[in-house]
């Protein structure tokens, strides 16, 4: 079966890969010069289906999250599987109390717990919560490998620099995964801006990341080797990409001190900001018509959720199948064959 995927932002990617995994024929298409320069570009890389429970993502992330967890640590062993710690100031501590009433598969952790785990943190935090089975990447450098993996196989193509339309090109199956520029045949897709900035520092040691709870501006702090931190990420509606605001630095360095004030002395070697591509339930979904299949709506799970929607894929094109948590009823390929 030939396949032609557009975008390789993380959706087309793992799309591409696991088409290409099940015999097909891939021609993956993207408009920039390089894979995963899009929104994926500015992600933190967290593989955290529990944390985003605690942080009231749909139970179906969860499911879908583990799956892709699998995907990033056994299929493709792109990401660290050091788990994730979620601490608070003192004075939100009951915000660590409501993060554990909304999720699972957690550890609750004492100040020598977290000491223990995180020495750069002892003394930092009383109570922490750790969640073992969750992982973390670079997206960029995971992206460049999966690209690099598809390369080499002989059934795949990509083509850089190549503008696409989904509704043009020989193919069995046109997979559109435009992200936030598929708004032309996707209408209800939003934008949800996130700022983020990347710190460098070689006074604080961290192996995993870790996350600042707060009634207002929860923000996380994901290790990316070589003493340089990713810190992110502001959540605001609307689609304006590349502004970074004075009041998104603030609230992300106020709170990567209040994880270590160390952080204070850091260097910023980059700011950035990209518009998510969300539904208005925050859920992505897989659409079909007319043998072009979108999958799109990652919101801010993109590299937690890309890889169980891809599998997905393959199926619903390779074996008419349908799954109704990513899939609107009327696409049953079941009941339209
Ligand atoms: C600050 C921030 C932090 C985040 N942190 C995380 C995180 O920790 N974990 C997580 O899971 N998610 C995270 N996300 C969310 C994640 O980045 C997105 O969900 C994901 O990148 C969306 O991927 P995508 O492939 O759909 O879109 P994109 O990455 O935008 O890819 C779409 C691609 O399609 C290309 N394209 C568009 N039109 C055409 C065309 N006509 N022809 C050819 N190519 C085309 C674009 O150039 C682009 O490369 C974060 C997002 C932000 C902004």
């Given at each position: 079966?030939?396949?032609?995927?557009?975008?390789?932002?993380?959706?087309?990617?793992?799309?591409?890969?696991?088409?290409?995994?099940?015999?097909?024929?891939?021609?993956?298409?993207?408009?920039?010069?390089?894979?995963?320069?899009?929104?994926?570009?500015?992600?933190g890389?967290?593989?955290?289906?529990w944390?985003?429970?605690?942080?009231?993502?749909?139970?179906?992330?969860?499911?879908?999250?583990?799956?892709?967890?699998?995907?990033?640590?056994?299929?493709?062993p792109?990401?660290v599987?050091?788990?994730?710690?979620?601490v608070?100031?003192?004075?939100?501590?009951?915000?660590?109390?409501?993060?554990?009433?909304?999720?699972?598969?957690?550890?609750?952790?004492?100040?020598?717990?977290?000491?223990?785990?995180?020495?750069?943190?002892?003394?930092?935090?009383?109570?922490?919560?750790?969640?073992?089975?969750e992982?973390?990447?670079?997206?960029?450098?995971?992206?460049?490998?999966?690209?690099a993996?598809?390369?080499e196989?002989?059934?795949?193509?990509?083509?850089?620099g190549?503008?696409?339309?989904p509704?043009?090109?020989?193919?069995d199956?046109?997979?559109?995964?435009?992200?936030?520029?598929?708004?032309?045949?996707?209408?209800?897709?939003?934008?949800?801006?996130?700022?983020?900035?990347?710190?460098?520092?070689?006074?604080?040691?961290?192996?995993?990341?870790?996350?600042?709870?707060h009634?207002r501006?929860?923000?996380y702090?994901?290790?990316?080797g070589?003493?340089?931190?990713?810190?992110?990420a502001?959540?605001?509606?609307?689609?304006?990409p590349?502004?970074?605001t004075?009041?998104?630095m603030?609230?992300?360095?106020?709170?990567?001190?209040?994880?270590?004030?160390?952080?204070?002395?850091?260097?910023i070697?980059?700011?950035?900001?990209?518009?998510?591509?969300a539904?208005?339930?925050?859920?992505?979904r897989l659409?079909?018509?007319?043998?072009v299949?979108?999958?799109?709506g990652?919101?801010?799970?993109?590299?937690?959720?890309?890889?169980?929607?891809?599998?997905?894929?393959v199926?619903?094109?390779?074996?008419?199948?349908?799954?109704?948590?990513?899939?609107?009823?009327?696409?049953?390929?079941r009941?339209?064959?």
């Open positions: 079966m030939r396949i032609r995927v557009i975008g390789a932002g993380v959706a087309g990617l793992a799309a591409a890969f696991e088409f290409a995994r099940a015999g097909c024929e891939v021609l993956l298409i993207e408009r920039r010069e390089g894979p995963g320069l899009g929104c994926s570009h500015l992600a890389g967290m593989i955290a289906p944390c985003e429970a605690g942080e009231g993502a749909d139970p179906c992330v969860v499911d879908l999250g583990v799956e892709s967890l699998r995907f990033w640590t056994e299929t493709a792109l990401a599987a050091q788990g994730s710690l979620v608070a100031p003192a004075r939100d501590q009951p915000e660590l109390a409501r993060f554990a009433r909304r999720t699972s598969g957690f550890q609750n952790l004492d100040a020598a717990g977290v000491a223990a785990l995180e020495p750069d943190l002892s003394g930092r935090f009383e109570q922490a919560l750790f969640f073992p089975q992982a973390h990447l670079d997206p960029r450098a995971a992206l460049a490998s999966l690209a993996r598809l390369v196989c002989a059934n795949v193509a990509l083509r850089f190549v503008d696409a339309d509704l043009t090109g020989k193919a199956w046109t997979i559109d995964c435009r992200g936030f520029d598929a708004r032309d045949a996707l209408p209800e897709l939003r934008g949800v801006k996130g700022e983020m900035l990347v710190l460098a520092t070689s006074e604080v040691t961290l192996a995993r990341p870790v996350r600042m709870l009634p501006h929860p923000v702090i994901v290790p990316r070589d003493g340089r931190f990713m810190i992110g502001t959540m605001i509606e609307n689609d304006e590349g502004r970074v004075a009041r998104g603030l609230e992300l360095l106020g709170a990567a001190y209040a994880v270590h004030p160390a952080f204070a002395e850091a260097e070697i980059e700011t950035g900001a990209g518009v998510r591509p539904f208005p339930d925050n859920l992505p659409r079909v018509k007319d043998r299949m979108s999958i799109n990652f919101y801010r799970h993109g590299f937690l959720l890309a890889p169980a929607l891809a599998r997905r894929a199926e619903v094109a390779l074996q008419g199948a349908y799954f109704p948590e990513v899939m609107d009823a009327d696409q049953d390929q009941r339209s064959a």
